[in-house]
């Protein structure tokens, strides 16, 4: 079974500080991945995903995740922050093949102070 | 507009009273699911369907239950509801090889 590691519950940042917050996974199988933001009294909105190719991902707002395949790992990074990428941050894992299931993280808080 | 509706957005229910939960998708996503959401456990899923009239559990089903009668409709069912399922809730759905989902906004239920 597919299991999700998000290592840091809570991420405090000063606002233009680098951040990374880290995944790993779990799985028999092969994996597409993906990272998902919820800010504050809001829904889940996909921020970017892993299918297969290029291991470095992008997405519109400055943030990036690299897959590595041989550390099980999908950490989200961005050089550089801004007040409004306050929010939670949800890790999550489909095995290829299975169209009914993500596997979440239990979220990490990515809290930017000026 | 492609989206995924849910209503009501917020309820607040007592012990034992039936209630149900809507969602609604205009992409005509073969597969949908249920989550919910609490603190420092992420999102579970609830239920899932990948078609119409063919549903199965998730990581969580106890005291739930949900329907496929058509393709664009999952409603979530508490029929007695308790405290505990007091929690935020998310339909989502997904049509394409990728296991992609797209959220609804969210159902925030209370059960005193």
């Known amino acids: 079974a597919q299991s999700v590691t998000q290592l840091d519950s809570q991420v405090p940042v000063f606002e233009e500080a680098p951040v990374e917050l880290r995944c790993n996974y779990s799985s028999s199988v092969s994996v597409y991945l993906f990272w998902y933001v919820q800010y504050p009294n809001q829904g889940l909105q996909l921020l970017l995903k892993?299918?297969?190719?290029?291991?470095l991902v992008e997405s519109i707002n400055g943030f990036e995740a690299e897959f590595n395949k041989s550390q099980t790992s999908f950490h989200l990074r961005k050089p550089s922050v801004h007040i409004s990428d306050t929010a939670e941050y949800f890790c999550?894992?489909?095995?290829?093949?299975?169209?009914?299931?993500?596997?979440f993280g239990k979220g990490t808080l990515l809290t930017v102070n000026p | 507009e492609a989206q995924v509706t849910q209503n009501p957005r917020y309820l607040i229910t007592v012990t034992g009273k039936k209630l149900t939960v809507t969602c609604s998708q205009n992409m005509n996503h073969e597969y949908m699911s249920w989550y919910r959401q609490d603190p420092g456990l992420g999102l579970r899923q609830i239920y899932y369907s990948m078609n119409v009239e063919v549903t199965d559990k998730g990581d969580v089903p106890e005291g739930y239950k949900v329907s496929r009668k058509e393709k664009r409709n999952f409603p979530l069912i508490l029929e007695s509801p308790s405290p505990n399922q007091t929690s935020l809730y998310f339909c989502a759905s997904n049509g394409g090889l990728v296991n992609e989902q797209f959220f609804g906004p969210g159902t925030r239920l209370t059960v005193l």
């Open positions: 892993y299918l297969s190719g290029s291991t």
């Open positions: 999550a894992v489909s095995e290829w093949g299975s169209n009914y299931k993500l596997t």
